[in-house]
């Protein structure tokens, strides 16, 4: 069945990196639409960034130019590096998988990450 599991959240100082992993299920097809979601306390979960084909992408204008979007179909992976970190990052964090477009039906439990000085 489909499993989807974050890993590499964690604390970090503002202006710091963390990489974000997802590991997919083999039921995840090649070409399913991948995409990390993230939710602060108190408010909506909201879209960070998307992934077709390893090559369209679309990011958030939040994050845009910060972070980094990528897939290894081989390893049916998603990884998201995110840089130059700031406290309003500060959300868990969640890989979501659909056949067809993002907001999938198929989610991951969550990585909480943390941006504090």
């Known amino acids: 069945q489909v499993q989807l599991v974050e890993s590499g959240g964690g604390l970090v100082q503002p202006g710091g990196s963390l990489r974000l992993s997802c590991a997919a299920s083999?039921?995840?097809?090649?070409?399913?639409?991948m995409s990390w979601y993230r939710q602060a306390p108190g408010k909506q979960r909201e879209l960070v960034a998307v992934i077709t084909s390893g090559v369209s992408t679309y990011y958030a204008d939040s994050v845009k130019g910060r972070f980094t979007i990528s897939r290894d179909n081989a390893k049916n992976s998603v990884y998201l590096q995110m840089n130059s970190l700031k406290s309003e990052d500060t959300a868990v964090y969640y890989c979501?998988?659909?056949?067809?477009?993002?907001?999938?039906?198929?989610w991951g439990q969550g990585t909480q990450v943390t941006v504090s000085s």
């Open positions: 083999g039921d995840i097809l090649k070409n399913f639409v």
């Open positions: 979501n998988a659909g056949r067809t477009s993002n907001n999938g039906p198929y």
